[in-house]
Structure formats: structure tokens, C-alpha cells
């Protein structure tokens, strides 16, 4: 069973539409999740970080999280075509050091 | 920009070879994870160190070793290279605090072997 499971996609999306990104774990000891763009050919950055249960919004970005249900999304508003890109989800593993399991990605294609 | 440099950029090997890949993190910065990243994978967790000292490791073998530096630059050395190891190898550091948990990458190292 993976660990960090997100859809491949492609999720196709109209310019100045909801994106939503989702994302379910399997450690339910976990506490701290995070979500990274990668655009093609380069390394991933760090866009959300979210520690509680419900929603953190940072500009266009919101990340929602429910432990209970082990799921984490990220949605971005008025989506854009610079907003292409492949997103990544994170999930620190519960105790110890400072691991991150991630998923495989969602491509996401924002059209004009 | 996060500060993570990484080198060399590109590098191309042959099989049996040995490789060492560089990453200098921002001053401060005293644990840095290695990752390699598959195509269309997202990132697996090699090792991690803290203070020059591996603190973790991810499901690799012995072949892959690192090194962490007084100045907490590191290094990631892959020895008996095999064509799976063609990867992207990021560099990721803490910048510690109230963003303990966080982690940032350098450009990566994008390795091929033939």
C-alpha cells in the first residue's frame, strides 16, 4: 500500500477556474503535510505548509486538512497558466527525524 | 531562490562507476536530506544528517553514502552505479525555528547512467 497516494492526472482546468488538488496518507501518526510545484525540468518548491486540521490560505492557495480522514488538498483560485505544473504532496513521518514521504504528483494543465 | 546550491548540474556515468554530488545550504542550515527523484516519481528520502551525523535513512543500500560537513555543506556519494540509479538527486535543508519541519531543495543534480 503506498504511503501518499495522489491522482496522476491530468487535471485540466479553465483559466480563472477552482483547481482542487487532493491527497490521502496511510500514517495516521503524522503532523505535518506540505505541498511543493515542480515545474518540468526543475526542482520542487515549497508552496503550503499545514500543521491543524481545516484550512490555511496563502494568496490564491489554500490548503485544507483532516487528519481523522487522513486527506489533504490544496486548492487555487483563479487558476492561471502559469500555474501548470506537476504538485507534489508531502507527509512527514510520524516520531524521529525529519523524513517526507511524497506522492507521485498531479499534473495539472491550466488552459486559456 | 532558497539558498541550496547544488553540483554539478548534468552529470553523465557509465556502470560501475563511482559519482559524488555537492550541496552547500544556507548558513545556519545544520540538517540536509538527500532525495532521488524517478521520472514522473516524486521523491524518495536517501538519507538525512545533522550535525555531520547521519540521523536517518531511507530504503537504499550501502552504496549510497554522504558525508555532512562543519560547515553543513554535503556531500552524496553513489558507488558500483547501475542504470537505475539515473535520477534526479535533490538536496533539501531545515532552516530551523518555527519552520523546523519544512524543507527546501536546490536545483538537483540530474544523473544519467549508461
Known amino acids: 500500500q503506498k504511503e501518499v497516494e495522489q491522482n496522476s492526472g491530468p487535471l485540466s482546468v479553465p483559466e480563472g477556474a477552482i483547481a482542487s488538488l487532493n491527497c490521502t496518507y496511510s500514517?495516521?501518526?503524522?503532523?505535518?503535510f506540505f505541498w511543493y510545484r515542480q515545474y518540468s525540468g526543475k526542482s520542487p518548491e515549497l508552496i503550503m505548509s499545514i500543521y491543524s486540521n481545516g484550512d490555511k490560505e496563502d494568496g490564491r492557495f489554500t490548503a485544507q486538512l483532516n487528519k481523522a480522514s487522513q486527506y489533504v488538498s490544496l486548492l487555487i483560485r483563479d487558476s492561471q497558466p502559469s500555474d501548470s505544473a506537476t504538485y507534489l504532496c508531502a507527509v512527514k513521518i510520524s516520531g524521529g527525524y525529519n523524513k517526507l514521504i511524497f506522492g507521485a504528483g498531479t499534473r495539472l494543465a491550466v488552459h486559456p | 531562490e532558497t539558498g541550496v546550491t547544488q553540483s554539478p548540474t548534468h552529470l553523465i556515468k557509465t556502470r560501475g562507476q563511482q559519482v559524488t554530488l555537492r550541496c552547500s545550504s544556507q548558513?545556519?542550515?545544520?540538517?540536509v536530506s538527500w532525495y532521488q527523484q524517478a521520472l514522473g516519481q516524486g521523491p524518495q528520502f536517501i538519507f538525512q544528517?545533522?550535525?555531520?551525523?547521519?540521523?536517518g535513512r531511507g530504503n537504499f543500500p550501502p552504496r549510497f553514502s554522504g558525508l555532512q560537513f562543519p560547515n553543513y555543506s554535503s556531500e552524496l556519494n553513489v558507488n558500483a552505479l547501475e542504470l537505475d540509479d539515473s535520477a534526479l538527486y535533490l538536496c533539501a535543508s531545515n532552516p530551523g525555528g518555527g519552520r523546523l519541519n519544512e524543507q527546501f531543495f536546490g536545483p538537483g543534480t540530474r544523473l544519467t547512467v549508461l
Open positions: 548558513s545556519g542550515h545544520n540538517t
Open positions: 500514517d495516521r501518526g503524522s503532523q505535518s
Open positions: 544528517y545533522y550535525r555531520e551525523e547521519e540521523n
